[in-house]
Each structure stands twice: as structure tokens, then as C-alpha cells.
């Protein structure tokens, strides 16, 4: 078969020829994308081989990622179950403190429950009391044996035994409640315990003012009585002082008198009567007692001379014995002195002659002169002078 010839142009081309380059480019085009394939192949399995390798070091970073994750929460877990058991020990010990603190508490709750118990039965028993009082106090002498009995007390803890007198008998036949001995002369203050209270007791449960102006008027007419009664009875000359005491029993009914009834108070002590409380009758008491004391000590005077006087001709002595043993001293000083001063002396000698240092032998034959003694005084120093000047005589004529 013949091909004919390709004619381009003015160029002629053999079909045959055309058809082996194209076959031979056809070869080339094949082979490059052979050669192509293969480096691209080539790539891909380092490529593969890489991501092989970065799989296994995952792999192996998950593993130990696991394994670490493993052991913190094994970790964890444990920290998690020593909180929860240190957490349950101590709410379980909270618990049993505050069971133990409840209890506590409950116990002293029941305590204090007895002990308002208590208190409400004394508080009971107190206002059975408080109303045999009132009636004691409604008594008028039952009264007057309380404020007797207030007295007394008063004056027993203030006063020695013997500067008081309860209920005596007056020249006169009357018998004031109280008679204290003043010192040094027979007259004695006389005190009244009978105070009438019950005008004071109508005025203070009075609610309308014609009733408190009737209390009012019986309390003035109670106690001018009273007043009057007492310095009729109970001053008598020589026996009694020209001053007394009327006695009440209660610092209120005192405070009401001095706010209300200023004119009964005045009026007593125009007759020289005065009227105390229970605190001022306390200090009078003790103000006696400080006279008391004094008018002793006034009496004892002349025995705390004597006494001071033995003191100084003690305290004399005493300064004469101290005296003689400061001389003592100072004489055991000098002597000691003196001991020091032969001591080194000897040391002085005996290191020469350790040393065998005998250049000056002439002249440490020499017997030093004697340094003169102070006198001895009489009665000492003669048998230590005769002594010891024998044996400073020896170790001089030594030396």
C-alpha cells in the first residue's frame, strides 16, 4: 500500500515518516508519564511511610497519654476517696461533738430549769413570806419587835460588848429600848425603836388627795406624840444625854418623812431628838466605836510612853553593838592587809630561789625593819601582837 505524501505549504512531509514521529512522541508522552507515575508513586509511599510513622509515634503518644490518664485518675480517684473518707471522719466527729454538745447543752438546760424550779418555789415561799410580814408589819407589836430586832442588830455588830444596854431601867422607872455608855461619864444616849408606821402605811395607799391629807394629819399626830413621849420619858439628868435617837426602821418611810413631813423633822430636832434610819444609825454606831478606841488608846498612853521609852534605850545599845563591830572590822581589815602583804613577800622570795637568782644574797640578809605596830586596845589584840610578832620575827629573819 502506498501513502502519499503530506504536502503543508511548501513543505512536503512523508506520511511514514509522520507517523513515526507520532509514534515515537506517542513513546516519549508514555514513558515520561511512566517516569512521572513512578516518583509520584515514589513520593507517595514516603509519603505514606511518614504518615506511617507519625501514626506509630501518635499511637505511641496516646498510649502513654492513656496510661498517664490512667494514673492521674487512679490518682485522683484515690485523693478523691482520702477526701471523702477524711470528710466523713469529720462530719462524723462534728456530728458526735454536736450530739455530745446538744446533750450538754440539754443537761444544763434541765439544770437551769431545776434551778428556776427552785427559784419559783423561793420566790413562792418568799411571797408567803412577804405576806406574813405584811401581817407581821399590820401588828403594831410585832412591828415594834421588828424594828427592835433591826436595832439590835446594828448595834451588835458595831459595838463591844459593854458600851450597850437592852431595854434598861431608867431611875425614872422607864425602859428605853437601847442605852449606849458614852466614856468617861455615866450619861448615856438613849435609843427608841417604836416608830408608829401605820399613818406612813394609810399614806402611801392613799389614791385620792383628801385621803393622803387625813394620812397626812395622822402621821403628824403620831410622830409629834411620839417625839413628845420620848423626851419626857428618857431625859433624865445624870443618867441620860440631852440628845436621843428615835429609830426607823425603814430608809423609804426615812426618805418620805424628810420629803413630806420636813416640819416633824425640824420639830425633833428642836427637841433634841434625832431621827435615823438604818445607814444612819450604822455610821453613829461606828463614830462611837472611833471614840471608843480613842478614849482606850488616851487611856493607854502612859504605857505606850514606857514602852517607847525601852525601845529608844534599845535602840541605843543596838547603835553601841554595831559600833564596836565596825572597830572589829576595820581592825580585821588591817590585819588581813598586813597577811597580804608577808604572802608576797614569800612568793617574791621563793621565786628567787626557784630561779637560784642569788646576786643581791648580801644584801637580802639584811633583816628589813620592822613596820610599826598600831597600839592594841585594852582587852584585845595582846595575846595576836604577842604572836604574831614571834612569827613575823621568824619568817623576817628568814627572809
Known amino acids: 500500500m502506498a501513502y502519499e505524501p503530506i504536502h503543508i505549504g511548501d513543505i512536503t512531509f512523508d506520511p511514514v515518516h509522520v507517523a513515526l514521529a507520532l509514534a515515537g512522541l506517542a513513546a516519549f508522552a508514555l514513558l515520561s508519564l511512566a517516569v512521572a507515575l513512578i516518583v509520584h508513586m515514589r513520593r507517595r509511599r514516603r509519603e505514606a511511610e511518614a504518615q506511617a510513622a507519625e501514626l506509630a509515634e501518635l499511637k505511641g503518644r496516646l498510649q502513654t497519654f492513656a496510661e498517664i490518664s490512667t494514673a492521674r485518675q487512679g490518682d485522683i480517684a484515690r485523693a478523691v476517696n482520702e477526701r471523702l473518707d477524711r470528710m466523713t471522719h469529720r462530719v462524723g466527729t462534728d456530728l458526735n461533738e454536736t450530739s455530745r454538745k446538744t446533750h450538754e447543752s440539754i443537761s444544763k438546760l434541765n439544770e437551769r430549769?431545776?434551778?428556776?424550779?427552785?427559784?419559783?418555789?423561793n420566790l413562792?415561799?418568799?411571797s408567803t413570806n412577804m405576806v406574813s410580814l405584811q401581817e407581821i408589819l399590820a401588828n403594831k407589836q410585832a412591828r415594834g419587835a421588828f424594828g427592835q430586832?433591826?436595832?439590835?442588830?446594828?448595834v451588835k455588830d458595831g459595838l463591844p460588848k459593854g458600851a450597850y444596854s437592852f431595854q434598861p431601867t431608867l431611875s425614872n422607872g422607864k425602859r428605853p429600848d437601847c442605852l449606849l455608855h458614852m466614856p468617861n461619864t455615866k450619861a448615856g444616849v438613849v435609843i427608841d425603836a417604836k416608830f408608829p408606821l401605820e399613818g406612813f402605811e394609810a399614806f402611801r395607799t392613799a389614791r385620792r388627795e383628801e385621803h393622803k391629807k387625813v394620812a397626812a394629819r395622822r402621821v403628824r399626830a403620831d410622830v409629834g406624840r411620839h417625839v413628845e413621849a420620848i423626851a419626857e420619858r428618857y431625859f433624865v439628868a445624870g443618867e441620860t444625854q440631852d440628845t436621843a435617837i428615835l429609830f426607823v426602821p425603814s430608809e423609804a418611810i426615812y426618805a418620805d418623812l424628810c420629803e413630806h413631813f420636813s416640819d416633824l423633822v425640824q420639830k425633833a430636832h428642836r427637841a433634841r431628838i434625832v431621827i435615823c434610819a438604818p445607814n444612819m444609825l450604822m455610821l453613829a454606831v461606828q463614830t462611837m466605836q472611833a471614840i471608843l478606841k480613842d478614849v482606850q488608846m488616851r487611856e493607854q498612853a502612859h504605857l505606850i510612853q514606857r514602852e517607847v521609852a525601852h525601845l529608844m534605850a534599845d535602840m541605843g545599845r543596838f547603835r553601841e553593838r554595831v559600833l564596836d563591830l565596825q572597830r572589829h572590822f576595820g581592825q580585821a581589815n588591817q590585819d588581813v592587809e598586813k597577811i597580804l602583804t608577808s604572802s608576797e613577800k614569800i612568793a617574791a622570795r621563793g621565786l628567787k630561789?626557784?630561779?637560784l637568782d642569788f646576786e643581791d644574797a648580801p644584801s637580802a640578809a639584811r633583816v628589813e625593819a620592822p613596820s610599826p605596830q598600831p597600839a592594841p586596845r585594852s582587852g584585845e589584840g595582846a595575846t595576836r601582837n604577842g604572836n604574831?610578832?614571834?612569827r613575823q620575827a621568824s619568817l623576817l629573819s628568814g627572809e
Not at 430549769?113 to 418555789?121: G, P
Not at 430586832?149 to 446594828?154: F, G, L, N, Y
Open 388 to 390: 604574831g610578832g614571834g
Open 113 to 121: 430549769l431545776a434551778v428556776i424550779d427552785s427559784a419559783q418555789k
Open 124 to 126: 413562792t415561799e418568799l
Open 149 to 154: 430586832m433591826r436595832m439590835e442588830a446594828i
Open 353 to 355: 630561789i626557784e630561779t
